[in-house]
């Protein structure tokens, strides 16, 4: 695919963004027309003016940022993973880290009334998921250290492992946990998107900035890495710092992710592979198109879980719904040669 069909389908990408922006600031779950909002600009003296102003400003905006965010940020983490580990069916998910935030958000919630963390605002659920993320990290960086190249298969596996013992504890709690307290845990395990403010926009695209910046720098790197590791090593790529470098930036992101918005899922799995589909192996156009896929992907689930039912459902039960049949779809027709053969 040529540059100029590259930079073309990004432009279509960005402006479909843009509309899904637009109609997820100003539909949502209770309808703000546009005419309805420049009127109450005009008119900021009315209370219920102030107020529209203040659900968008507070509410919407930062909602429909952080569903950018995390759908882009999951989605590139994806396509790492998916190279990092050589295996398609790799998600932001498979190495453990989201399970082990997960365990931190639940043991935060179960033990609410028991845990003081004095750090500015941010709630103890946050703090735990991300400490817990990182310390998943850190347990397996350190079992995989001593090895000169580590497998991607070891560490395919190690994180399973992880995976596994953090949904085994998680389980433990939610048997014993008192049913008022189940029940929020729960809605925050399908995900959430409900954001207040922007302190949950600025640490999320934060790590998120950090990290694609990262992976546009390392593509070529990527590129070699994903066609032959022999062959990467005698082009001069070191292919243990590569692995652990990615490993360690990537994870972290979906620890900040985890904590904010709950684990959210097949966003990292199936964007991957509508990606390399449209824009072939290159990580550079792959990390750009991700973003752009997943964070539109995101944002439509977003609108869909609002005004899809009756009721507000947390976007990982429509992430769901919808990324089952696409993934079977994916992987029955063979769309992504690179990985179907």
């Known amino acids: ?10 432009l279509v990408f960005t402006l479909l963004l843009i509309i899904i922006v637009v109609v997820s600031i100003f539909i949502g779950y209770e309808p703000t027309p546009l005419h309805r909002v420049i009127s109450a600009i005009k008119d900021l003296g009315n209370p219920d003016n102030q107020t529209l102003i203040k659900i968008l400003l507070r509410y919407r905006i930062p909602r429909t940022l952080i569903c950018i965010i995390a759908g882009a940020g999951l989605s590139i983490c994806g396509v790492v993973f998916q190279t990092l580990l050589r295996n398609p069916l790799a998600s932001p ?56 190249r580590f497998s991607p298969y070891i560490l395919l596996l190690t994180g ?35 954001v207040i403010g922007y302190r949950p926009v600025i640490t ?20 070699q890495y994903g066609f032959d590791l022999e062959i990467a090593e005698s082009r001069g790529v070191n292919v243990r710092r590569l692995q652990l470098t990615i490993f360690c930036i990537a ?18 799995l199936i964007i991957p592979h509508i990606a390399r589909a449209i824009y072939g192996p ?56 690179e990985w179907t053969g």
Not at 176 to 192: D, I
Not at 253 to 267: R, T
Request: net charge positive.
């Open 1 to 10: 695919m040529t540059n100029k069909n590259i930079i073309i389908i990004n």
């Open 93 to 148: 998910y498979t190495l453990g880290t989201a399970s082990f935030a997960s365990l931190g958000a639940y043991i935060a919630y179960l033990y609410s009334d028991k845990i003081f963390l004095p750090w500015g605002n941010y709630p103890a659920s946050y703090l735990l998921a991300l400490i817990f993320g990182l310390s998943e990290i850190t347990l397996i960086l350190v079992l995989i250290w001593k090895k000169i």
């Open 160 to 194: 399973v492992t992880f995976g596994m013992l953090a949904n085994s504890i998680i389980m433990l709690l939610r048997y014993f946990a008192l049913p008022h307290k189940l029940v929020f845990m729960e809605r925050w395990f399908f995900g959430s998107t409900q």
């Open 204 to 223: 999320c695209g934060t790590g998120f900035i950090i990290t694609t910046l990262y992976l546009l720098y390392s593509s070529r790197m990527l590129d």
């Open 251 to 268: 994870s972290i992101l979906i620890a900040v992710l985890v904590a904010e918005v709950g684990p959210i899922g097949f966003v990292g």
């Open 282 to 337: 290159s990580h550079l156009n792959l990390t750009t198109g991700s973003a752009l896929i997943g964070g539109s992907f995101l944002l439509v689930c977003d609108i869909l879980s609002r005004r899809l039912f009756s009721t507000e459902v947390p976007i990982g039960i429509v992430t769901t719904i919808i990324g089952v049949p696409v993934f079977l779809y994916i992987l029955l027709k063979g769309i992504n040669k």
